[in-house]
């Protein structure tokens, strides 16, 4: 029982719960982008394989989905320099203030998963144009750009919140 | 700075003439040839006109070129001699160029010699290919000491055999020790997917056998070879080791030919440019004796045209004019220094039509400001300016990509500038070497204190942005000549959102702000519904347009990307300085700090490059280009020669 209640203590640490936000920002933005990633990848060796010459055009749009899995690491490292992890002395924080980091982790966490895959799929289905029609390369870009859009609306939620939270 | 007025030119000659004509002016370079072939199968001219079609002479040429490419490829991949990521083209004087097409005879001679090692390396490859298959499906047996020809003896068989690995194998041997007894198996191999077997058995349990085995999912696996597994497998290591002394001599012979490939690139350009020329006459058209071609050349070129085409020597009707209303002809640009390299933003949308106006001088500053601000951090900014500098001074890039090198290249100026302005330059790395005693004080402030400041500024530039797209949207509608519809749909909205802005401004401007409000939805409500006849429809229509107001807010919005951009580059460097400066500035502690810079600071700079390009061009092609830019024109893309590798120079006597 006591041994319970130690670590029903440990998980509300605030520290914890911060650091739990930030692995939350890189875990799921990460496996986002790279399903996402990995899914353009497949179109696009197929295109290779049939016409090399594309590999510049369509690697473009590989990269694409890619940077949720960045602005996932971008709010972690936030949230670990506002804890004072990356200086070496951590803060005391209470149970609050760590679940207000957590909450601020989650719209990089949650979009950023789901906005990648949905960008991997524009831009998996824009390789098709590229292969088609090299010259409309820019419309397929364009496409994959328009889901990014809330991925960078959530970057900037999680940005702000992570800024103004008072350690 | 706009789009470049194209006058038509109509030319009828007599067939004869035709090649002699299609030189010229191929030779000159500056029209865009219309395809007319159209016209010959519409009614009208069913059976007067008819189109040349060279189908065999272009088959039996672009046969000629995929030969002299297969030879060059070969070429270029035993060259040895340094190879620069972008081909600068060989100038050549056209004596030279003459004179090697005229001995092209001695040039086939090499190219049907390469093609023929091509053949005879693909077959070399895939005989490879076959051995070292059959080399693969040996090793599991390479344990079997057996001759692989001994299938049987007098009284026994012997057989080769594979079973899945999810069945239990020592259940199988109990089963035919028990059962079958006159039988030895003997396991060869067991991988995670199966276990390779040799058995051999008594001719009279033979059936019982492999009735057994058959229930079990055995595989039998014939081997149509001699001798041991052991020697086949040498045997057949050997044959690919012949194989690649075969390859080596070949490549020597045809490095032999490498001397050959300046002519050869000289031959295959000319094949491609008698190529473009027969091709092109199928957009022309022609009766049994006379052929008519028609095109349009930029205004600035046709005296020189006319002077060019006065002194050919063929008999021709040539006719100029200036285009008709609303005829739509090829969309050439034409911009100053500064702009210029901006257009190949529109030109990966869409050129505009023959209508419009050209966006690019507007486009331009933006695309500029908002790269950099994406981008922003001074040292990224000179890296792109001295790297993309050296490519445009050292390779002189053309077309598409010497555009895009002179745009990274302004971009690169802009990024320093924000850079500056937001006090980044590589990051922070000169307060991380120096632990705090060093800081780069930022011009303005720096986004990472006080991001609620830039995301107002980045709201504040995208309005500008807006404003200038609406603007252009009136500007367009007046010079389609509806004055009162520039005034309806973009005069009163600027009211209204101007008014609004201001509301939200406060104090005094706030009472100002509230009128334009009001008088701005009053106004809408009275004129949006303008197409309607009925009175209630009108209105409810110009009601139901005030919501557009919420398009407005999530236009604006959309430019917090330049926030967000700006800060994730400034971050990523942040990160990248604190994992170098992790291990102090003792020695191995900047040796590691080198290594994480540079390749750190290098990724980013890719990574964010991509990610300033495309959202800088988003921002246009979605919130500018939507407001009034329609595009949908035609390129200018004049006959001309197009060469690969070389230049000829004088080509007016060629």
């Known amino acids: 029982m006591q041994s319970l209640l130690d670590l029903l203590q440990y998980l509300l640490d605030g520290r914890f719960l911060a650091l739990l936000g930030a692995s939350f920002a890189v875990i799921f933005a990460g496996i986002g982008s790279a399903k996402a990633v990995g899914m353009v990848g497949e179109v696009v060796a197929g295109v290779v394989t049939e016409e090399p010459d594309k590999f510049g055009k369509a690697i473009l749009l590989q990269a694409l989905p890619g940077t949720q899995g960045i602005y996932g690491l971008i709010i972690a490292f936030l949230i670990l320099f506002r804890i004072g992890l990356i200086t070496g002395d951590l803060k005391e924080l209470t149970t609050v203030q760590g679940l207000l980091f957590f909450a601020a982790s989650l719209p990089i966490a949650i979009v950023g998963y789901k906005s990648a895959i949905a960008q991997g799929k524009t831009a998996a289905a824009g390789v098709g144009i590229v292969a088609k029609r090299p010259n409309e390369q820019a419309k397929a870009v364009t496409m994959a750009a328009m889901v990014e859009t809330y991925a960078v609306l959530a970057l900037l939620a999680s940005v702000i919140m992570v800024f103004r939270i008072s350690v | ?654």
């Open chain 2, 1 to 654: 700075m706009a789009i470049v007025k194209m006058y038509k030119v109509s030319i009828i000659a007599l067939e004869q003439d035709k090649p002699e004509i299609l030189q010229a002016l191929m030779n000159i370079g500056v029209m865009d040839i219309t395809d007319m072939s159209d016209k010959a199968m519409s009614e009208e001219w069913a059976g007067i006109l008819n189109v040349e079609n060279p189908e065999d002479r272009l088959s039996k040429l672009e046969e000629y070129i995929e030969k002299t490419k297969t030879a060059l490829s070969y070429l270029s991949l035993y060259d040895n001699s340094k190879k620069t990521l972008f081909e600068t083209k060989r100038k050549i004087d056209e004596n030279t160029y003459r004179e090697i097409i005229e001995n092209q005879e001695k040039l086939w001679a090499v190219v049907e010699e390469i093609n023929r090692m091509d053949e005879k390396l693909k077959e070399l490859k895939s005989e490879e290919n076959r051995n070292e298959n059959l080399i693969n499906s040996l090793i599991p047996w390479s344990s079997a000491e057996i001759p692989l020809d001994l299938t049987n003896t007098r009284n026994t068989t012997v057989m080769y055999g594979v079973i899945p690995a999810s069945e239990d194998i020592n259940r199988i041997i109990s089963d035919i020790e028990r059962d079958i007894q006159e039988c030895w198996i003997n396991i060869i191999n067991s991988d995670k997917e199966q276990t390779y077997l040799q058995i051999i058995t008594h001719n009279s349990r033979l059936e019982e056998l492999n009735n057994y085995l058959r229930q079990n999912g055995f595989n039998k696996v014939n081997f149509d070879l001699k001798g041991t597994v052991k020697e086949n497998i040498e045997k057949f290591t050997d044959n690919i080791k012949k194989i690649n002394e075969e390859r080596e001599k070949l490549k020597d012979k045809i490095i032999k030919y490498l001397d050959k490939k300046n002519e050869l690139e000289v031959l295959y350009d000319h094949l491609n440019i008698q190529h473009d020329k027969i091709g092109m006459v199928r957009r022309l058209v022609k009766t049994n004796k006379v052929f008519m071609l028609e095109g349009w050349i930029p205004s600035h070129s046709v005296n020189a045209f006319k002077d060019y085409f006065s002194k050919i020597n063929a008999e021709c009707a040539l006719e100029i004019r200036e285009p008709e209303k609303d005829e739509e002809y090829p969309v050439l640009l034409e911009n100053n220094r500064f702009v210029q390299p901006f257009e190949v933003v529109t030109e990966l949308y869409s050129m505009p039509k023959t209508s419009e106006f050209d966006p690019n001088p507007y486009l331009a500053p933006f695309f500029f400001m908002f790269f950099g601000l994406m981008l922003g951090d001074a040292g990224y900014g000179i890296m792109l300016s001295l790297v993309t500098a050296f490519i445009i001074y050292k390779y002189k890039p053309e077309g598409t990509m010497g555009k895009m090198m002179r745009l990274m290249f302004w971009c690169g100026i802009s990024t320093t500038f924000w850079g500056a302005m937001f006090g980044g330059w590589f990051g922070d790395i000169v307060d991380k070497v120096t632990s705090g005693r060093v800081k780069i004080n930022p011009i303005w402030f720096n986004p990472m204190d006080d991001p609620m400041k830039l995301l107002v500024w980045s709201f504040i530039f995208g309005g500008v942005h807006l404003y200038t797209a609406m603007g252009l949207n009136a500007y367009k509608l007046i010079r389609e000549g509806k004055i009162l519809d520039a005034i309806y749909d973009v005069g009163f909205w600027y009211v209204l959102l101007t008014g609004l802005v201001l509301l939200l401004a406060g104090g005094t401007a706030a009472v100002v702000g509230k009128y334009m409000t009001i008088i701005g939805a009053v106004l809408l409500v009275l004129t949006q519904g303008r197409n309607e006849k009925n009175i209630i429809k009108r209105l409810g229509k110009g009601i139901l347009s005030l919501y557009n107001a919420t398009s407005f807010v999530s236009d604006v919005l959309s430019y917090s990307r330049l926030l967000a951009l700006g800060l994730s580059t400034g971050i990523i460097a942040s990160v990248i300085n604190t994992m170098g400066t992790l291990f102090g500035l003792s020695i191995p502690g900047i040796i590691v700090l080198l290594i994480v810079f540079v390749i750190g600071h290098g990724f980013n700079i890719l990574i964010n490059i991509l990610g300033a390009f495309v959202h800088s061009s988003r921002l246009q092609y979605v919130e500018f280009f939507g407001k009034f830019y329609e595009g949908g024109g035609k390129a200018y893309k004049p006959f001309k020669i197009n060469t690969k590798y070389i230049d000829i120079i004088d080509r007016r006597k060629m």
